[in-house]
């Protein structure tokens, strides 16, 4: 009786979007609105105003960086609230030590040779993806998954011991912090020098060092990304 | 009215995506069922808006040596990897939530949680 309730409701909410559809222009047609506003400004003049071949890069960094700053913050905020919502009402920075039910067998030689093998070339093309992402598809958010989801694997595999050498201690709560840190650290750098946030160098002669500021936020983006994925997934306890 | 849903087949697809998701949302009792169902809405909206800047024969918008026009949409593009990035905090967030539910009830069955109450 729910189920079919529930069905009735979903077709009744269908048919006005399914009407809406069908009044939006065609699909893939060069004179829809949302083709013919703003995007051929960006296209035709965003590698040169911006710093980036990959015009992508150009809108989330350079034309929409205040989104991206916000944006950055947004995916701290969840760690931080992630921590605050699975450390509450326990002390310091353990979780509950449980008695697991048996001893879970290591994986095998295999599989631990395998993953060994592949930790240079992931990496490799994590760098890769991160510092080549305004001339090519990719950038910091990209490139910092593949190096996180590494990390998960080292961790599965090998043990958490061996993933948390991967970022120290001592250096681990900066890293999480390194996306809106860099955000803010280019930011407040055009403050300083052109008088606007997030201001960009805009005379022909500085294309260089548009380009280097978006790699450098690109970095910071990658870092950043790898260690907050790696922390939500440690302090969920999947390393059990 | 047929023949423009059939040209617009992209969107009817994320409109069909998003009533799945909102009926895994529905009728699922188990709470991490119900945040998949929300997933697969989030997703179908993101497949909608990246349909909507795709332009016949268009590139990847990558300037360059051997590049040639038309590019597809930048814009809903970097839009959509802000709303990925944002849809990945809101999991985090949900799944720690669900797991201190279940450490504090012991389940996550949403109608025995009501009945804790």
């Known amino acids: 009786m729910k189920r079919a309730l529930t ?14 559809m069908s009044q939006l222009p065609p699909h893939g047609s060069a004179t829809s609105p949302a083709y013919t506003h703003i995007s051929p400004r960006y296209l035709e ?26 944006e950055v913050t947004v995916i701290f905020t969840s760690l931080a609230a992630v921590l605050a919502v699975l450390l509450a009402g326990r002390k310091g920075d353990e979780r509950p030590v449980r008695e697991p039910a048996a001893e879970p067998s290591p994986p095998s030689v295999v599989v631990r040779f395998v993953v060994r093998l592949l930790g240079p070339f992931v990496t490799m093309f994590a760098v890769y993806v991160i510092i ?23 961790t599965v595999v090998l043990g958490r011991s061996v993933a948390e050498k991967l970022q120290p201690l001592g250096v681990r709560r900066i890293l999480q912090a390194a996306a ?61 | 009215m047929i023949a423009m849903l059939w040209q617009n087949i992209d969107y009817v697809g994320s409109v069909v ?10 009728t699922k009792n188990n709470l991490i069922k119900k945040f998949i169902g ?15 800047g795709v332009v016949d024969g268009g590139e990847a918008p990558i300037m360059g040596a051997g590049a040639s026009a038309p590019f597809t949409n930048p814009i809903p593009q970097a839009l959509i990897l802000t709303g990925i990035v944002v849809a990945v905090s809101t999991t985090a967030l949900a799944l720690s939530l669900i797991i201190r539910i279940y450490e504090h009830c012991g389940t996550i069955e949403a109608d025995e949680l009501r009945e804790m109450e």
């Open chain 2, 17 to 26: 995506l998003f009533c799945i998701g909102l009926y895994c949302v529905i």
């Open chain 1, 7 to 20: 069905i009735a409701m979903l077709v009744l909410l269908a048919m006005p979007l399914l009407y809406a």
């Open chain 1, 132 to 154: 080549n992402g305004h001339v090519s598809p990719g950038g910091g958010f990209q490139g910092g998954t593949v190096f996180g989801a590494l990390v998960i694997l080292i």
């Open chain 1, 45 to 70: 003049r965003g590698p040169e105003e911006a710093g980036a071949e990959n015009v992508v890069t150009d809108v989330i960094l350079n034309y929409r960086g205040f989104d991206t700053n916000g």
């Open chain 2, 38 to 52: 929300l997933n697969i809405m989030e997703t179908s909206v993101f497949a909608f808006i990246i349909a909507l």
């Open chain 1, 180 to 240: 809106p840190l860099t955000f803010v650290a280019v930011g407040v750098l055009g403050l300083a020098l052109f008088g606007d946030y997030l201001a960009f160098p805009r005379d022909e002669a500085l294309a260089w060092v548009r380009t280097s500021w978006l790699m450098v936020i690109e970095i910071g983006i990658g870092v950043g990304g790898a260690a907050i994925i790696s922390a939500i997934f440690w302090q969920m306890g999947g390393d059990r």
